[in-house]
């Protein structure tokens, strides 16, 4: 059974600080995708991670993937107040059309 | 842009009805999807579409049913709505792009509450 991890849970952090969330996941798959969730909205994806050593970037945030290790970083540089919202990895289970999410970080950034 | 639409934002229902939840997407995708999503438990999924009238269950498929009769249009069917399917539920369509990248495209939910 597949299964996708993230840490931390909960993040709260000063603004122009840099952090990284963690995703990990149990088996072999495709390719990893990045929400973000603001409160009371629905997803946004962020990114779409497709091979090992993938990296992408966009404004202060940065998602990579080690398909070796089974591990999705996103790196958050500089952050600001509007990086607040709960982000989610997801991973495709390879040969379906099945998404498993991991259980979300939420990120507080204070002032 | 696409547009992922859901019947209702909230919605509050009985123990034992018969819960309709509908989903519009305005791209022409194949893929179509039904979360449950809850607090640490992030999203999980119930049943997904892969093409009209084809259908395959997700991971949590019990006290569900789906209805795919138009490519635009999925229905999740709560057959007898009970307590423990108090959630958010959440649609997304799929697009496959260039290269093999595929993105999914959310709606913005719909809050049941079973009393």
């Known amino acids: 059974e597949l299964k996708v991890e993230q840490n931390p849970l909960f993040l709260s952090m000063q603004e122009g600080k840099n952090y990284t969330i963690y995703c990990n996941y149990s088996t072999t798959s495709d390719r990893l995708y990045w929400y973000r969730q603001d409160p009371g909205k629905s997803l946004e994806s962020l990114f779409v991670?497709?091979?090992?050593?993938a990296v992408k970037q966009e404004g202060r945030l940065m998602a990579s993937l080690d398909t070796k290790a089974r591990l999705s970083t996103l790196h958050i540089t500089a952050a600001v107040h509007d990086l607040s919202a709960t982000y989610f990895c997801?991973?495709?289970?390879?040969?379906?059309?099945?998404?498993?999410f991991g259980t979300g970080t939420r990120l507080k950034v204070l002032a | 842009d696409v547009k992922v639409t859901q019947s209702s934002r909230y919605l509050v229902k009985r123990t034992g009805e018969k819960v309709f939840l509908e989903c519009v997407q305005d791209?022409?995708?194949?893929?179509m999807f039904w979360y449950r999503q809850d607090p640490g438990l992030g999203l999980r999924l119930i049943y997904f579409?892969?093409?009209?009238?084809?259908?395959e269950k997700g991971d949590i498929p019990e006290g569900y049913s789906v209805s795919r009769e138009k490519k635009e249009r999925f229905s999740l069917i709560l057959e007898s709505a009970s307590t423990n399917q108090t959630s958010m539920y959440l649609c997304?369509?799929?697009?496959?792009?260039?290269?093999?990248?595929?993105?999914?495209?959310f709606g913005p939910g719909t809050r049941l509450t079973v009393l």
């Open positions: 997801a991973v495709l289970y390879s040969g379906t059309y099945k998404y498993i």
């Open positions: 997304a369509s799929r697009l496959v792009g260039l290269a093999g990248t595929d993105t999914q495209y």
């Open positions: 579409s892969y093409d009209v009238k084809m259908k």
């Open positions: 791209m022409d995708h194949e893929n």
């Open positions: 991670l497709l091979s090992n050593g």
